[in-house]
């Protein structure tokens, strides 16, 4: 409170509807409009958020207004302040009031900012593409353009084949005349430059007519900065572009303006920004310098290279790495299990590396490989690696889930939840972020879990507030407001996990060392900021990253953009899952093979596990400069040696890097955008990079070597293609789509579904034990191996959701050796 100046106080109190004249009816439409995240990509979406961002910076909260208070706590305040009503923010005392619409100005701020940098990023991919997209429509449309290229080309070949020693004259221009031939082939020069200059005409008509109307707003409300001299040029021309941003009649910059083009505009862009006049001076206009200044901008801004004053996500990066690594180096190796001298770490890489390269060359040489070979393709190097061959069916899985269905029939998916909660206490992961309440235990319990499954299968509270449970939709509304954070359901589902892992017998089911990861995509509401659309899948949606063990034990879950690193999301999972589960390696796709990640889960003490679908193409690298006589079979796969000296030099900062993944000093997805292929790459981008080939290539010529890993990474990718598939049978409601316009809602709703699902597994792990305990069936290899707890045969999804809390199933929660 003493450090509120009287116009902030006052300006807080707005908010909650307290003014001089006493309430305001207008301050909840402002709170609200305060607490929304922004809405889809538009010209009216970011001029709502400038507006926004001015109105919070107006209230003039200090910069060290919580200076000694924890984030953690600050963040509390924050959420409390979130799920209030302005008539509950005016029940509180001024002081507790004053605190928690404090908490929540100043954190909106920050993510004000953020949401106006992803806005930017947005909305310049959107008018490149839209552009793109237009020109390339034009042109297919183009009535000059020649017809029927198909036949054509059919027509000559066949015309070639059936004259193979005639002359062109006489055997392709019967067929086709010189003069198309003529026209195909100035169609076909004019084309890509023709698209280029239609794009630029199209980009330049749309940013000119509307989108440049609020740029000069955005660049009033944002400070763009870098610590990095090579973007110097990138900030002097956000300079000259907020100098000129108010003279919009001005069509050229003034003769006296130092205008950056070099690393700024691309070379065939260098005709339209700057103009050759009679007299032989030049000048620069405005419009396309923008758009070249808006794009470069952007991949800087991307790749953490420039970045925003008041941002969160998109600080200073220097501010993502551990302020104390200097002073704590020998700790923070020692938490990694890393040497502190870089030639010890060399040596046991270079050393792996000679040991699988030589096995790889005798087990061929030795056709022990399973069919792996060396050949060539297309007169290029190319390994041949055989499908895997079909496994035997288990004989008796389908007899083990008939016993299930004999012994406890058809049971309702409300019912697992509320297993799971009688066994473990889940309610008892759901405190209120409120400071008091005085709902009874058993009332609070019903009510949180009639919540959790209808925003777990996505029917919605309404729908479920319709069942025979005696408990309305106002009330179970309250409960979600106040009970049901990410914080809670994400301590819900560790506990669950934790308590399944306790619970299972390891001799059924392994130990757990190893899981895969992948991503599904959901469709989402287009008003959401982070819906994407995506390439592959053809439609609008966000992707929803999950971690499962190969027991079915779903680890993490993550919510993603469609263009969000996969990688990043690979490591924030291992790193940050958060359960008593001992991963070790990670099964993922061909997404996660890259470098990067091959450095970074090195360095982190993981083994990265990928399916290679391009393995064909693969090259190895060499621990030493020398002849390849030493491996004759892996010759023509073998290229340069892997340069070590550029590990050693950068080796402090890659260790520095992986640390802050690892103490999760900032999103790994901002951290890893360091490290990104586009523009001047960053000293320790080339020896990461560099680190990645050499663990590539010791996991290629294991992988290329062991028939028995290649299965074993095929089977740990078909858990998490398995957990996918439940995804759809659970989240049945609403077309399976996430709905919400904020990212918050969306993200509660898919840790619903994991929690849900979760319980689902536990409750399975459960029966099936029990059956294994109580009837004589002798499993062989292939049951223990295709056994699994993800089933949902048994499971009646839908129905009147009516929660039997008084009623359990026969269950031992003990393992049982089967």
């Not at 353009?145 to 080309?153: A, D, P, Q, T």
């Not at 058993?442 to 299968?457: C, D, E, N, P, Q």
Request: glycine share 6%; aromatic share 6%.
């Amino acid at each position: 409170m003493s450090r509120l100046s009287q116009a902030t106080a006052a300006g807080l109190e707005a908010l909650a509807g307290i003014g001089v004249d006493g309430q305001d009816p207008a301050s909840g439409a402002w709170l609200a409009e305060l607490k929304a995240d922004p809405g889809r990509v538009s010209r009216d979406t970011l001029r709502a958020e400038i507006g926004k961002l001015a109105r919070v910076r107006g209230l003039g909260l200090p910069e060290q207004l919580f200076e000694g208070w924890s984030d953690k706590l600050v963040a509390a305040w924050r959420a409390r302040a979130a799920a209030e009503y302005p008539s509950d923010l005016r029940a509180h005392d001024r002081a507790v009031r004053l605190t928690l619409l404090a908490a929540l100005a100043r954190t909106r701020q920050g993510e004000i900012v953020d949401g106006l940098v992803d806005l930017l990023i947005a909305l310049v991919h959107k008018i490149a593409s839209h552009a793109e997209q237009g020109a390339q429509a034009e042109l297919v449309a183009d009535p000059h353009r020649v017809r029927g290229k198909e036949n054509l080309l059919f027509r000559l070949a066949e015309a070639a084949l059936d004259h193979p020693d005639d002359t062109v004259r006489d055997a392709l221009y019967p067929v086709v005349g010189p003069a198309t031939l003529a026209e195909l082939v100035r169609e076909g020069r004019a084309s890509e430059s023709a698209l280029r200059a239609r794009t630029r005409a199209r980009l330049r008509a749309s940013y000119s007519s509307y989108y440049r109307k609020v740029i000069p707003e955005l660049m009033d409300a944002l400070e763009f900065r870098s610590s990095n001299t090579r973007h110097a040029p990138d900030i002097e021309a956000v300079t000259l572009m907020r100098r000129y941003a108010h003279r919009r009649s001005v069509r050229y910059y003034g003769p006296d303006e130092t205008v950056a083009l070099d690393g700024i505009v691309p070379a065939d862009w260098r005709a339209a920004v700057v103009e050759e006049r009679e007299d032989g001076t030049t000048r620069i206009e405005r419009i396309p310098d923008e758009l070249c200044v808006l794009a470069a901008l952007r991949e800087a801004i991307r790749r953490r290279e420039v970045w925003i004053a008041g941002a969160v996500r998109w600080r200073n990066p220097d501010i993502d790495l551990p302020a104390d690594f200097d002073a704590h180096r020998a700790g923070h190796y020692e938490r990694l299990g890393q040497p502190l001298d870089p030639s010890e770490f060399i040596t046991s890489l270079r050393g792996e590396l000679v040991t699988a390269l030589r096995d790889l060359n005798n087990a061929i040489a030795a056709n022990d490989t399973g069919g792996v070979s060396i050949g060539a393709r297309a007169g290029r190097p190319w390994v041949t690696v055989p499908k895997l061959t079909k496994q035997p069916e288990p004989a008796n899985l389908e007899r083990i889930k008939a016993a299930v269905q004999a012994r406890w029939g058809t049971v309702d998916l409300l019912d697992f939840l509320a297993e799971a909660d009688h066994h473990i206490g889940l309610v008892d992961c759901f405190p209120s972020i409120a400071t008091r309440e005085t709902m009874p235990a058993g009332t609070l319990r019903a009510r949180l879990l009639l919540v959790l499954f209808a925003l777990g299968t996505n029917t919605g509270i309404k729908h479920v507030a319709d069942g025979d449970h005696g408990h309305g939709e106002a009330a179970l509304r309250h409960v979600r407001r106040l009970y049901v954070t990410r914080e809670n359901l994400r301590r819900a589902i560790t506990t669950l996990v934790n308590a399944n892992y306790a619970a299972r017998d390891p001799q059924l089911w392994g130990a757990g060392t190893a899981c895969a990861s992948d991503s599904k995509k959901f469709g989402s509401w287009e008003s959401n900021l982070m819906t994407e659309w995506h390439a592959r899948y053809r439609g609008p949606g966000v992707m929803i990253y999950w971690h499962v063990e190969k027991g079915r034990l779903c680890v993490y879950s993550q919510l993603k953009s469609c263009s969000s690193s996969e990688v990043a999301a690979m490591m924030e999972g291992l790193l940050h899952h958060g359960t008593d589960v001992p991963i070790e390696a990670n099964y993922v796709d061909t997404h996660g093979a890259s470098d990067i990640g091959f450095a970074f889960t090195h360095l982190l003490g993981y083994s990265l596990l990928p399916r290679l679908k391009n393995i064909g193409a693969a090259r190895l690298y060499l621990p030493a400069a020398g002849p390849a006589t030493a491996l004759p079979q892996l010759a023509s796969v073998l290229t340069r040696p892997i340069r070590w000296e550029l590990i050693a030099q950068q080796y402090d900062q890659m260790v520095k890097y992986a640390t802050a993944l690892k103490l999760r000093t900032a999103e790994s997805e901002q951290i890893l955008r360091r490290f990104t292929r586009p523009g001047p790459q960053h000293p320790t981008y080339a020896a990461l990079v560099e680190l990645g080939r050499a663990v590539k290539s010791v996991f290629v010529a294991r992988y290329l070597r062991a028939e028995a890993l290649r299965r074993e990474i095929n089977d740990g990718l078909q858990v998490v293609k398995n957990w996918n598939s439940a995804n759809g049978a659970l989240f049945y409601g609403k077309d399976r789509e996430l709905t919400g316009a904020d990212r918050d809602s969306q993200e509660v709703s898919v840790l619903a579904l994991h929690l849900l699902q979760s319980a689902l597994v536990y409750v399975n792990t459960l029966l099936l034990q029990r059956i294994l305990a109580d009837q004589p069936i002798q499993l062989s290899a292939e049951d223990r191996r295709a056994i699994s707890p993800l089933f949902w045969t048994h499971v009646r999804p839908y129905g009147s959701f009516q929660l039997h809390l008084d009623r359990h199933l026969d269950l031992d929660p003990h393992p049982v050796s089967a």
